[in-house]
């Protein structure tokens, strides 16, 4: 058996010069054993290396899986192979065969954390455990980024632990290089990584990101090991990205958190602030108290690894299971996550989003005053004021989704998860419920100021002038179905507010007082430029549109010629015939304003006529 050693000199940047074990580079040189793992475009197996009779795993990529550039995935395998620092994963070798390039890696036993949590912690890790491992993870990301690379995808999933209880940061399949030019460094405007753990500025795609991406990461990581999933991983992947730009950033709860630290708490709000340049380098955070708490690799081994099945044997059963639950279809909430999880994996290769139609929708979430998190991805959330730290509460605000429907058939929005019920919000509560296949409303009954219409042609809600808090509190006063209805149609989703009831909403009775409050929010009429979308809005919504305008008009109308009849003092001059004689219209102002009045009158009833044949149209 041949054990050769070489030297190899420092490059790209990863470190010093080391010697280490030649590993071979032809396929027979190695067996495969059992799978141990699988990714979007990989399995990984227990291998061995048979010159050096020391078992790896093989981590096989198939390229006619990825989407990925052959030349990229090379470069990756290459830096693996650079890598020297034993909380990041390295590659012994790499080298392809037929359609696939195989990556040879040291077998880490445990597997990853997320696979340690399914089998055996379900809800999460105990405090000390989450401390060791996190801290290995960050030493993994400060010798990263200070070498110039994003990792771009730390999750549980991706932190593996060896037999020895050593924890390693996996996954190079999309990490950037931040020094790059060129391909790479485009990389970076790029959308990769895995939605739940995904930076907001990511998904935003605006100004691209920088290595603080990772530590939002970490921090959703944090989350993910204290409860045994990560938040909001219960929903589809629109769905996430709406929420992590839309939301306050999810953290710890003082309340449904109570076994764990201060200090804990603090160190994941930190991470997830929505800024990234207000968030810690790895370096800072390992300074943090938190990480007092961490022991030693043993400890780890201890604590997760002693009594566990093999690898292997775990792999399996944790895929049968998923396999069993899926062909029942029988989702036991914790199992919906895994499901979703594979759904996540999947799509990072596979999604194209549309990030103006989400923009466009994020900015129809009308904002509330207070700074409040929604803590979890359950329909039921936990808010504690006090849980907020002063960064955060200066975050963005708790956002309302009034109504959305899903215009695919994708069944998995999960209606299950809104039926059941009834989700507490400070000062108010908001009723979910389903009235048809796909379409889940959310009454609000809140006492948010944030104004309760958003024009629907709106940039953005930070574009937009707040309304005063009294005039949006004058609206809210009111009937409810008097406002104008909120309607966009773009994209995917289709967001009105879902206490508007169409036959309601048609009742003419509007007040005078109520419609100069709601002039100023009235959506401009938008005609949709598809003749699908123009189908779909004509279902209710352009009629509602079409309404509203015409109502503002005549309540605007009748307010002028009320106007109007006082300036002219006299109804007299109103009646004389004289008046509508052209050439005394000049010289008198009382008979030209009764010709104006005439006018008016005539299209005040033009429009009533308008109003009835739309009522009629809505009805038929
Ligand atoms: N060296 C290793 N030892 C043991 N298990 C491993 C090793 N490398 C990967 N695995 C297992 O295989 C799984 C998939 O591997 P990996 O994450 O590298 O693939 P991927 O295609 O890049 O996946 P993704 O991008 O979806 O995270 C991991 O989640 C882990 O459970």
Not at 160 to 177: E, I
Not at 590 to 611: G, P, Q, T, Y
Request: net charge neutral.
């Amino acid at each position: 058996m041949a054990k050769a050693w070489e030297k190899v000199a420092t490059a790209a940047g990863l470190g010093g010069s080391w010697e280490r074990r030649k590993y071979p580079i032809r396929v027979e040189d190695y067996e495969l054993y059992e799978e141990i793992g699988q990714g979007v475009s990989a399995i990984v197996y227990r291998s061995l290396c048979k010159p050096l009779d020391e078992i790896v795993a093989v981590k096989v990529l198939d390229f006619e899986r990825t989407n990925s550039d052959l030349n990229n995935i090379m470069r990756e395998a290459q830096t693996m192979i650079l890598i020297d620092q034993p909380n990041v994963m390295k590659a012994h070798c790499s080298f392809t065969n037929n359609h696939s390039l195989w990556v040879v890696m040291p077998y880490m036993a445990g597997g990853s954390c997320l696979h340690i949590m399914k089998s055996v912690y379900p809800d999460g890790f105990e405090e000390a455990v989450i401390a060791t491992v996190l801290r290995e993870v960050l030493k993994g990301l400060e010798y990263l980024h200070h070498h110039g690379h994003i990792h771009r995808d730390v999750k549980a999933g991706n932190i593996l632990v060896d037999s020895r209880g050593v924890v390693k940061l996996g996954d190079f399949g999309v990490s950037a290089c931040l020094f790059d030019s060129g391909d790479r460094q485009r990389a970076r405007n790029t959308f990769v990584g895995t939605p739940c753990w995904m930076a907001p500025e990511v998904m935003e795609q605006l100004h691209g990101y920088d290595f603080k991406a990772d530590i939002w990461s970490f921090g959703i990581t944090a989350l993910e090991l204290a409860h045994g999933h990560a938040p909001f991983s219960k929903f589809p992947p629109m769905k996430v990205l709406l929420m992590t730009l839309q939301n306050a950033p999810p953290g710890l709860d003082y309340e449904r958190d109570k076994k764990f630290s201060r200090h804990f708490k603090q160190m994941v709000a930190m991470c997830l602030v929505k800024d990234p340049s207000k968030r810690p380098t790895a370096k800072k955070l390992l300074k943090q108290p938190f990480f007092k708490q961490a022991r030693s690799s043993d400890f780890i081994s201890r604590k997760l690894l002693e009594g566990l099945p093999g690898l292997g044997a775990r792999y399996l059963a944790l895929k049968e299971k998923d396999e069993v639950l899926l062909s029942q279809k029988k989702m036991p909430d914790g199992q919906k996550e895994e499901i979703s999880q594979d759904e996540y994996k999947r799509g990072i290769s596979s999604w194209n989003f549309d990030m103006d139609d989400l923009k466009s929708q994020a900015s129809l979430i009308t904002e509330c005053d207070d700074s409040i998190s929604c803590k979890d991805s359950d329909a039921s959330c936990f808010y504690d004021l006090d849980t907020i730290l002063p960064e955060r509460a200066t975050g963005p605000h708790m956002s309302r989704v009034f109504s959305i429907k899903y215009d695919t058939d994708t069944e998995y929005i999960n209606a299950q998860d809104y039926k059941r019920g009834t989700c507490k919000w400070p000062g108010q509560e908001t009723q979910l419920h389903r009235n048809s296949k796909h379409q889940i409303n959310i009454h609000n009954r809140d006492k948010c100021n944030g104004g309760p219409l958003q024009v629907a042609d709106e940039p953005s809600p930070e574009a937009v002038p707040k309304v005063p808090k009294s005039s949006a509190a004058n609206v809210e006063d009111h009937d409810d179905r008097s406002k104008p209805p909120l309607i966009q149609q773009r994209g995917r989703f289709k967001v009105t507010p879902g206490h508007v009831e169409l036959d309601k909403a048609h009742s003419p009775g509007l007040q005078k007082s109520h419609s100069m409050q709601a002039i100023s929010h009235l959506p401009s009429l938008s005609i949709p430029s598809s003749i699908e979308a123009a189908s779909t809005i004509i279902g209710g919504s352009l009629y509602m549109q079409l309404y509203n305008v015409l109502q503002t008009n005549m309540l605007q109308r009748e307010q002028i010629l009320h106007a109007m009849k006082q300036l002219s003092g006299c109804d007299m001059a109103m009646t004389s015939p004289a008046c509508i004689a052209p050439a005394s219209r000049a010289s008198s102002p009382s008979s030209a304003l009764s010709i104006d009045r005439s006018l008016l009158e005539a299209a005040h009833e033009k429009e009533k006529e308008l109003v009835n044949e739309i009522t009629e149209l809505q009805w038929r």
